[in-house]
């Protein structure tokens, strides 16, 4: 998911956690892609770094967030041996601090293109599923006094959920030995030349409108 800044932050100045969606405008589905060759050698010591460095694709259009007020949620409890968040990341406010908005990814390979075979669900999640709020990484990344201005784009990383299914990339789905077969025949263990990628995501409730983010597709083409 990606959080667009609003108002935003002067040089040098924080953001309390309980002020942290004022300076929200809204969010939008991100696929920061991950070229898995390089991250599997360069990831120690250095973590993701150019490996995170080759494209980067959004949704068509930006949620506000108080189009999404309707659709609070209390975050997902933390396992009992993980610490508390630090008392910065902590809110006095009762409001819930989630969203319940539906996410999905789905994946169709170039053969499947050809012969008109529709996309492979392949994960089924919710934004409620992030480890740290919305609120909480925008409150973290200002913590030092990094400056965020209006239109800076936030993304919160993979969102998966504990439940099979829920896996928000491949590279999760992979602790099941056995690689995933697509409708074509295929087999997939990483994406590959042709693969296409689509996210999306909707927030629904009875009694409330159902607002859709749009589709933040992709495809992966031969290197030239």
């Given at each position: 998911?990606?959080?667009?800044?609003?108002?935003?932050?002067?040089?040098?100045?924080?953001?309390?956690i309980?002020?942290?969606e004022?300076?929200?405008?809204?969010?939008c589905?991100?696929?920061?892609w991950?070229?898995?060759?390089?991250?599997?050698?360069?990831?120690q010591?250095?973590?993701p770094?150019l490996?995170?460095n080759?494209?980067?694709t959004i949704?068509p259009?930006?949620?506000?967030?108080e189009a999404?007020?309707?659709?609070?949620?209390?975050?997902e409890?933390?396992?009992?041996?993980?610490?508390?968040p630090?008392?910065?990341?902590?809110?006095?406010?009762?409001q819930?601090a989630?969203?319940?908005?539906?996410l999905e990814?789905y994946?169709?390979?170039?053969?499947?293109?050809d012969?008109?075979?529709p996309?492979?669900p392949?994960?089924?999640?919710?934004l409620?599923?992030?480890y740290?709020?919305?609120?909480?990484?925008?409150?973290?990344?200002?913590?030092?006094g990094c400056?965020?201005?209006?239109?800076?784009?936030?993304?919160?990383?993979?969102?998966?959920?504990?439940?099979?299914?829920?896996?928000?990339?491949?590279?999760?789905?992979?602790?099941?030995p056995?690689?995933?077969?697509?409708p074509?025949?295929?087999v997939?263990?990483?994406?590959e030349?042709?693969d296409?990628?689509?996210?999306r995501?909707?927030?629904?409730r009875?009694?409330?409108?159902?607002?859709?983010?749009?589709?933040?597709?992709?495809?992966?083409?031969?290197?030239?």
């Amino acid at each position: 998911m990606g959080i667009f800044v609003g108002p935003g932050n002067a040089l040098g100045q924080s953001i309390p956690i309980d002020e942290a969606e004022q300076h929200i405008f809204g969010l939008c589905l991100v696929n920061d892609w991950s070229a898995r060759d390089i991250q599997s050698w360069e990831y120690q010591p250095l973590g993701p770094f150019l490996a995170k460095n080759s494209v980067t694709t959004i949704s068509p259009w930006i949620v506000p967030i108080e189009a999404l007020i309707s659709y609070r949620v209390a975050a997902e409890e933390r396992p009992q041996a993980d610490p508390k968040p630090l008392p910065y990341l902590s809110s006095s406010s009762q409001q819930p601090a989630a969203f319940d908005v539906k996410l999905e990814v789905y994946l169709q390979s170039q053969q499947m293109r050809d012969t008109s075979t529709p996309p492979m669900p392949m994960s089924t999640g919710n934004l409620r599923d992030i480890y740290w709020t919305i609120a909480q990484l925008l409150t973290h990344h200002a913590s030092n006094g990094c400056n965020l201005r209006p239109g800076d784009l936030l993304a919160t990383g993979t969102i998966s959920g504990a439940s099979e299914g829920s896996e928000g990339c491949l590279l999760e789905k992979k602790h099941n030995p056995q690689p995933i077969r697509l409708p074509s025949g295929e087999v997939r263990t990483f994406l590959e030349d042709g693969d296409q990628v689509t996210f999306r995501a909707y927030a629904q409730r009875e009694g409330a409108p159902r607002i859709g983010f749009g589709e933040c597709t992709g495809v992966i083409v031969e290197a030239e």
